[in-house]
């Protein structure tokens, strides 16, 4: 069995790279664990018995801040690695409130923090822009199933943004275009519990992962599926 961590900046991100990766990986093969770090102690948030058929197992550590993502994994790696048998660790975090041109200076930096570990190549990090929301953004069809009256054609309409033909990773701040389309119906998108479990649950995951038109519109998003599938090159 090979054994991956995550570690994440928030709630979001927890709930959607754990249906993601259940998606992806097939829910036979993958076990996860999910982690809230709260100051110096760690509450567990969500645990299922590793069962025989199991050949992936995920521990989430949802570290509350994009700030201590990468620090978080840098504090555990030697005892996750060296003790606890974990052949790799991923840092997942958005690039905003950065800028934009302060992307490859931050990951520039990461991967000199990474390169100081002799097992550096188990290290992998992955800079959503401009924030994970962009990738939900990529299925134009997403609110539609959450609400009818929400096609790309109403929401193109209403606030002038074409789900279809727009580039997600060039949005600002895509949260913010999803809490628009949300006003459209008389809601808001806070990042609550039910609204993130609510998004992941209608996301077309074959459409994400597979359609060849929206990989040069969230290329982060593919970036985090190659370090994904050169994980598992050892199962």
Request: aromatic share 12%; hydrophobic share 40%.
């Amino acid at each position: 069995m090979i054994k991956i961590g995550v570690f994440v900046e928030g709630q979001t991100e927890n709930i959607f790279i754990t249906r993601l990766l259940a998606e992806y990986l097939g829910y036979e093969k993958f076990e996860v664990e999910s982690i809230r770090l709260m100051g110096n102690k760690a509450r567990i948030i969500r645990k299922r018995a590793i069962h025989s058929g199991v050949q992936i197992y995920v521990l989430i550590y949802d570290v509350g801040s994009d700030e201590k993502v990468v620090s978080a994994l840098v504090e555990r790696a030697e005892k996750m690695v060296k003790k606890d048998n974990y052949q790799y660790l991923l840092a997942l975090r958005d690039l905003y409130p950065n800028k934009r041109q302060e992307k490859l200076n931050i990951i520039n930096k990461v991967q000199k923090v990474f390169s100081k570990f002799v097992f550096a190549y188990r290290l992998k990090f992955v800079l959503a822009i401009m924030e994970i929301e962009a990738w939900f953004l990529a299925d134009y069809g997403l609110f539609k199933r959450i609400d009818e009256r929400l096609t790309p054609q109403y929401i193109h309409e209403k606030i002038g943004e074409d789900l279809i033909k727009n580039d997600p990773e060039n949005y600002q701040h895509p949260a913010h275009i999803i809490d628009n389309i949300y006003r459209l119906i008389g809601r808001r998108y806070k990042k609550r519990e039910k609204q993130c479990y609510e998004i992941t649950s209608n996301i077309d995951y074959d459409f994400l992962c597979l359609d060849e038109g929206i990989k040069s519109k969230i290329s982060s998003f593919f970036y985090f599926l190659k370090c994904i599938d050169s994980m598992l090159q050892e199962v």
